[in-house]
């Protein structure tokens, strides 16, 4: 009898171990709301990119923009702190041209600018065509990020932006951002600084806000 109880308490034991060594299950992944599409993820070359730089950066992940406007009031940034991202064709080379988001191009200064640094006298400046783009850079339509060296172009910066702390640079992507001194991001790219930008008036429109209409009072006619 007692050899009996013995084996059964063997018996017990491995299917408990058995039981223990089988991989607990993983809680599924919340599914997508209707209508919502799965955000696209930085490309593995520029992240590594980041790391290769050795500077201190954040990857901030955020809902789709278009514009400089849309994404100071995404991420809660001044538009001084945002950078715009062109791509500038003088005369056969091309450059990744970084100014504050309230700042306008001034082409004539750029030229200068671009001119003193080659020490020949730019001809034609202007900023091509999306179709152009995607070809020079092999990149789909709004991939250039601000990254001079991860496409391998020279950068120029605007020198007002140069006075912003950090700022929120383009990534490549309409979901992701990537903020960084931009201190740093001068030195790590090797970027020209020049002044080319004009400061734009931004007409913020605030939503009107109704103000809730007071229901009618009735009025109770007494009887005589």
Known sequence: MATKKIAKIKKIATKSKAVSKKPSKKSPQPPLLKGEKKKP???????KYLEQLGVKHQILEHRTVYTALDAAMTMR???GEIAKSLLVKADKDYYI??????HNLDFKK???AIGKQNKKEIKVLKIPTEKVMQEVLKLKAGAMSAFGGFHNLPVVIEKNLAKVKSAVFSSGSYN????????????????LLANFGVKKKIK??????????????KVVKKKK
């Open 41 to 47: 993820i930085l490309p593995e070359k520029l992240i």
């Open 77 to 79: 940034k001044k538009l």
């Open 97 to 102: 041209v970084l100014l504050p988001a309230d």
């Open 110 to 112: 750029l030229g200068t």
């Open 176 to 191: 992701h951002s990537i903020e960084l001194a931009v201190k740093d991001f001068i030195n790590a790219e090797k970027a």
């Open 204 to 217: 913020v429109v605030k939503p009107v806000v109704k103000k809730p209409v007071k229901p009618a009072k």
